[in-house]
């Protein structure tokens, strides 16, 4: 089953070490950390230029004002802190000092979703997305392996304006060959029976239910939609024509993440029965973090099961 | 240094300030909203910063070794938007189209729309971030350009203001200035009965600012704050300016009520007609 999925790799440390590198190249990037940098892997960058890392300390609504008054000189700026942290408690901030300024500020928040695990539902911000997709003019990219984090680190320093970039703490399978580009979806696997649309870490777990629904006949089309915004629509709504069903998987809440995102444009323009696979309405818990994926409506085998409901739906199965 | 400051300078200054008074009453009074109270008791203080200390030039507003002005208490933009047009920043007719549709002039000052704005606030607590970030960039390209950052009092209520003036202290930023127009009222009330800021110069010294408390309508005291803050090389300047809310309209001055609230037609009248006489005919 694990053909399909390459090596699990960190997503912190390629981010780390693009930033790195990306620092050699620019001597105006500067990098700012809320006293995390050792688990966002800024740290990498801060002891290669001490005087262009500023770790600020817990103070995550400061560091986005800090970072967009840098910015606001000509800076390209990276903040990085964990999710929780950057969209939530220093929401306001991003959107003011951020967003409403047009600062070229490029947060990549680690950390997001379920699977930071033993920490608990306090730091489990299953709420990111939607929050950050809601911000006029702010780019956002959730990555699926370490291959599409380095391209989505280098993309959005070549975009002019504010980017959340949104990573998770447990290593990934290597799912694309790391050619990503800002408001492309990748087609991962072709197909013409149902289309998975997934972000994240959930985007390996729709490549495997894939490949077990291809071994009954089933022909699963696997978009990798790490460009949340801008997204690409006109790939959506190829899928919906072209497979009549769309099944999305997102380790976010189901009310405002991607899937509330495919379910709009698609009953706009080309309406398709979609399904869901997210965090129902609920906070996390404490937990092996893999398993808190199962516990939560995430499990294979219930993405096995919706898959099942809109090919019933369509149809193409009794 | 008050004794040093020519009397001609001051003078002028104070005329000026009269003039941003009157523009605050008409542009509160056209847009039937704003807010004249904060705008009235930091104009001093503006007008002394953008005709007097700020390095910047209205035929060059993207030169990049000007002064920095962050108005953290973002809702006063009436008296910067003023102060910016009777300094050539922006054609003073521009100033009628405050708060309407399609204007530069929004309710709280938004750089995306009039370029000579440094930084959009308006949600307090983060202009001083903000500043913070300019004093570093400017440390870092070894620019000698300063950033001032103008606070309001109920704004010290806010963590992250305290937060950024943390960081302002721990990076030494002795090419920032931190002035807060003291002027003891928020939209509520008082700020020592509503959740008391007080000792706020002990606050300021604890956060390791040099700190000068002062009249903020003496414009002797303000430029010699200024110039002390200019000659202080250790670390970041926080000057306390007492002011008086509505100041110079004797019917707002330490009303709360004019936080928030235009004047309506008479008192619009009554207002342009005390800041009209010359300062000697006042008591």
Redesign the interface.
Known sequence: MNAVLGKPESLRDAYGKELLALGEKDPNL?VLDADLSGSTRTVLFGQKFP??F?N?GV?E??M??????????G?TVYASTFAVFAAGQAY??V???IC???ANVKIVATHGGLLVGADGGTHQIVEDIGLMRGLPGMTVIVPADAPTTRAATVAVAERPGPAYIRLTRENLPTVTDGSFAIGKAAELRSGSDLTIVAVGALVARGLEVAEELAKVGISTRVLDFASVKPYDAPALLRAARDTGAILVLEEHTVLTGVGALVASTTSENYPVPVRRVGVPDVFGESGEPWALLDRYGMSKERIRDEAWELLRARGKVQ | MPEGTPVEVVRSLEATAREIRQEVIRMTFAAQSGHPGGSLSVTDLLTALVFHELKIDPARQDWPDRDRL?LSKGHASPALYAALALRGFLPREELASFRQLGSRLQGHV???KLPCI??????L?????????????AR??RSSYRTYAVLGDGECQAG?TW??L??GGHYKLANLVVILDRNGLETDGSTESIMGIEPIAEKFRAFRYHTLEIDGHDFPQILGALDEARRTTTGPTAIIARTVKGKGVSFMEGKHQYHGKPPNKAEAEQALSELARAPEAKP
């Open positions: 500067v005087e262009r500023f600020v103070m609504p400061t986005m004002s800090i970072a967009a008054g840098l910015a606001l000189q800076r306001n901030f959107r003011q000092s409403y300024n047009q | 962050v938004d750089r995306t440094e930084a959009s606030t308006g949600c607590g983060q202009g001083i971030g903000m500043a913070v970030g300019m004093a570093l960039d870092l390209r992250p937060e950024a943390m960081a």
